[in-house]
């Protein structure tokens, strides 16, 4: 599978790697002499949170901690098997069930759509918009025969699509950040999710409905400018 995933692998584009920090206002990329905030860092402060203090109230706070961080430790396990693969190294012996979760869920992933990817760009990609916000997408490529930006996504329980707009806005700002730095047109972003349930999901966006996605993120990153949260500069 890894030699399957490998001989797609192109090259076409320097991608930069930028330094991330984390601090009160959130996580930040420097590039240059500024920090940029980060695509998250923007989605988090622009986002309506009465729903998820809703679900704070129900639940208690230290069951939502709890659910939070298996969600968090499960994620990154299943980024890790895509990562992995692309960069042709072996995945380390998992250490507990969450770790195995992560692994399963990731190879679920694979396993399931990575056959519609023709090309792959790059993975683990750190990409900018100068002057307004940076980020990190996992995969960048040729899917279903599309340039495409592409996020996995775990997942407690199965999505609708009306539930994901902020995956959607992701997706469109680092399309919009991939075009402006290295001349490219990309009008299609996909979220490839598997559930801790069981299942996948694929969810693509393309033509006028991700034009108006960016249109939307970029509103959301004006909101955040005018919050006096602006690119500052890098002390000395």
């Given at each position: 599978m890894v030699d399957l995933?490998?001989?797609?692998?192109?090259?076409?584009y320097?991608y930069?790697?930028?330094?991330?920090?984390?601090g009160?206002?959130g996580?930040?990329y420097i590039?240059?002499?500024t920090?940029?905030?980060?695509?998250?860092?923007i989605?988090s402060?622009t986002?309506?949170?009465s729903?998820?203090?809703?679900?704070?109230?129900?639940?208690?706070?230290?069951?939502?901690?709890?659910i939070?961080?298996?969600?968090?430790?499960?994620?990154?396990?299943l980024?890790s098997?895509?990562?992995?693969m692309?960069l042709?190294?072996?995945?380390?012996?998992?250490?507990?069930?969450?770790?195995?979760?992560g692994?399963?869920?990731?190879?679920?992933i694979?396993?399931?759509?990575f056959?519609?990817?023709?090309e792959?760009?790059?993975s683990?990609v750190?990409?900018y918009y100068?002057?307004?916000?940076?980020?990190?997408?996992?995969?960048?490529?040729?899917?279903?025969?599309?340039?495409?930006?592409?996020?996995?996504?775990?997942?407690?329980?199965?999505?609708k699509?009306?539930?994901?707009e902020d995956?959607?806005?992701q997706l469109?700002?680092?399309?919009?950040?991939?075009?402006?730095?290295?001349g490219?047109?990309i009008?299609?972003?996909?979220?490839?999710?598997?559930?801790?349930?069981?299942?996948?999901?694929?969810?693509?966006t393309?033509?006028r409905?991700?034009?108006?996605?960016?249109?939307?993120?970029?509103?959301?990153v004006?909101?955040?400018?005018s919050?006096?949260?602006?690119?500052?500069?890098?002390e000395?």
């Open positions: 995933i490998q001989a797609l692998i192109k090259r076409k320097k930069e790697p930028l330094t991330r920090v984390d009160d206002g996580r930040k590039y240059g002499d920090r940029l905030p980060s695509v998250t860092t989605l402060g986002k309506d949170q729903h998820l203090d809703d679900w704070v109230k129900r639940v208690g706070q230290e069951q939502a901690d709890k939070k961080n298996d969600a968090s430790i499960v994620g990154t396990h980024h098997v895509v990562e992995r692309v042709g190294r072996s995945l380390p012996p998992p250490k507990n069930w969450l770790m195995c979760k692994y399963e869920m990731g190879y679920r694979v396993n399931t759509y056959e519609h990817l023709s792959i760009w790059g683990e750190m990409l100068p002057e307004k916000y940076a980020g990190t997408t996992d995969l960048v490529g040729v899917y279903r025969g599309k340039p495409c930006i592409i996020d996995f996504k775990q997942t407690n329980k199965m999505k699509r009306e539930w994901i995956y959607f806005h469109a700002a680092y399309a919009l950040a991939h075009d402006i730095v290295h490219t047109e009008n299609t972003g996909v979220v490839l999710m598997a559930s801790q349930q069981g299942g996948t999901e694929e969810f693509i393309c033509g409905e991700f034009e108006s996605y960016k249109a939307q993120w970029l509103a959301r004006e909101k955040f400018a919050q006096a949260q602006k690119p500052d500069s890098v000395e």
